[in-house]
């Protein structure tokens, strides 16, 4: 089954359908799904910003978050978003679940389906793990990173954060640089960034370089300061050794010379590029703390805010259909 299962579609103002019953990854959306969401998402960010009419669409729905590994910003900002939007939300973390116990995925997802929940957000280690519980509930389901596979909220938060600050994603040439090989960040990215006609270079040692990464219409470098000649976005991702066996790079202090993004580094290479990081951000390694807090190019708070308003935007859509909501099918 591919991730939109092909069930009655919700309807785009303009005829077009958003077929989707879950939000498993960037793969498998068109780009102007991908530009619907992002301009739904605009509509919450000043709506955030100013508070002034609370917008309780999803009162009365339930919203589980179970989150099998760790987060910060993707747990509380989906906490947040649903509870903006008036929802019940419930989080379930790993380590205080029947997981622990024994309990497998296929037996996890029946429960939460038996709570008949009205959306469901998971976040899982293992690749595909998303899909397999989307395979087995009755409502929508969020990927909120399973993996290395995706992360799709967070690179619909990143193209936001870009087209808010630079007018569009077309044409913009953006460099992703760090551990490509272990990153679910990058994929989406990679993904939601060439659907949307930008210029993407992906930059990291090679041995944490995807093997064929072009055929995702990419361009690869291994030196960080060729790559990053001309770059409208330069956005870093931290070494993931959580999921790493053995050593892919010689030494922290060795990756930080050849891909650290330092000032000297950007005023050289790229001098006006907006900063983005996903976080967490080890600073000091990928990036230097004067980079990461530069008070005009960096958008890494900015990212987080956009986090919030993308989450918003896909609990509202992904749940129209159940709700009934006039002119969605
Ligand atoms: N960017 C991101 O997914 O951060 P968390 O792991 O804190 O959710």
Same mark, same amino acid.
């Given at each position: 089954?591919?991730?939109?299962?092909?069930?009655?579609?919700?309807?785009?103002?303009?005829?077009?359908?958003?077929?989707?019953?879950?939000?498993?990854?960037?793969?498998?959306?068109?780009?102007?799904?991908?530009?619907?969401?992002?301009?739904? !998402?605009?509509?919450?960010?000043? %709506?955030?910003?100013?508070? +002034? /009419?609370?917008? #309780?669409?999803? *009162?009365? =729905? $339930?919203?589980?978050?179970?989150?099998?590994?760790?987060?910060?910003?993707?747990?509380?900002?989906f906490e947040i978003a649903g509870k903006r939007l008036g929802a019940d939300v419930v989080n379930m973390h790993a380590a205080q679940s029947s997981v622990k116990k024994g309990e497998t995925l296929i037996d996890t997802a029946q429960t939460?389906?038996?709570?008949?929940?009205?959306?469901?957000?998971?976040?899982?280690?293992?690749?595909?793990?998303?899909?397999?519980?989307?395979?087995?509930?009755?409502?929508?389901?969020?990927?909120?990173?399973?993996?290395?596979?995706?992360?799709?909220?967070?690179?619909?938060?990143?193209?936001?954060?870009?087209?808010?600050?630079?007018?569009?994603?077309?044409?913009?040439?953006?460099?992703?640089?760090?551990?490509?090989?272990?990153?679910?960040? !990058?994929?989406?990215?990679?993904? %939601?960034?060439?659907?949307? +006609? /930008?210029?993407? #270079?992906?930059? *990291?040692? =090679? $041995?944490?370089?995807?093997?064929?990464?072009?055929?995702?219409?990419?361009?690869?470098?291994?030196?960080?300061?060729?790559?990053?000649?001309?770059?409208?976005?330069?956005?870093?991702?931290?070494?993931?050794?959580?999921?790493?066996?053995?050593?892919?790079?010689?030494?922290?202090?060795?990756?930080?010379?050849?891909?650290?993004?330092?000032?000297?580094?950007?005023?050289?290479?790229?001098?006006?590029?907006?900063?983005?990081?996903?976080?967490?951000?080890?600073?000091?390694?990928?990036?230097?703390?004067?980079?990461?807090?530069?008070?005009?190019?960096?958008?890494?708070?900015?990212?987080?805010?956009?986090?919030?308003?993308?989450?918003m935007a896909c609990l509202d859509v992904l749940t129209r259909r159940a709700r009934g909501v006039e002119g969605w099918a």
């Open positions: 089954m591919t991730q939109s299962d092909h069930r009655p579609g919700t309807l785009i103002p303009g005829g077009a359908v958003f077929p989707h019953r879950h939000l498993t990854g960037i793969e498998g959306l068109e780009p102007h799904e991908i530009t619907f969401l992002l301009d739904e !998402a605009d509509t919450w960010v000043e %709506a955030n910003r100013t508070r +002034a /009419a609370p917008d #309780r669409r999803l *009162a009365g =729905s $339930t919203q589980i978050n179970a989150f099998f590994e760790n987060s910060t910003r993707t747990l509380l900002s939460l389906n038996a709570m008949r929940a009205d959306v469901i957000v998971i976040r899982h280690m293992s690749s595909g793990a998303v899909r397999l519980i989307a395979d087995k509930v009755d409502c929508p389901v969020l990927n909120a990173g399973d993996g290395r596979h995706e992360h799709p909220t967070q690179a619909l938060l990143d193209a936001l954060t870009i087209r808010r600050r630079l007018g569009g994603i077309a044409h913009k040439r953006v460099v992703i640089c760090g551990d490509l090989l272990h990153s679910r960040v !990058a994929r989406s990215n990679i993904l %939601a960034l060439t659907a949307l +006609a /930008a210029e993407v #270079r992906v930059c *990291a040692p =090679s $041995t944490l370089m995807p093997p064929a990464i072009e055929r995702f219409g990419v361009t690869a470098f291994t030196d960080f300061d060729r790559a990053m000649e001309g770059a409208d976005v330069v956005m870093m991702l931290r070494l993931q050794t959580e999921r790493m066996e053995g050593g892919y790079v010689p030494s922290s202090r060795e990756y930080h010379l050849r891909y650290g993004l330092t000032l000297e580094r950007l005023a050289k290479h790229a001098p006006g590029a907006l900063i983005m990081h996903p976080g967490p951000m080890n600073r000091g390694v990928e990036i230097d703390s004067a980079v990461a807090d530069h008070a005009e190019q960096s958008a890494i708070t900015e990212q987080v805010e956009m986090g919030v308003a993308v989450r």
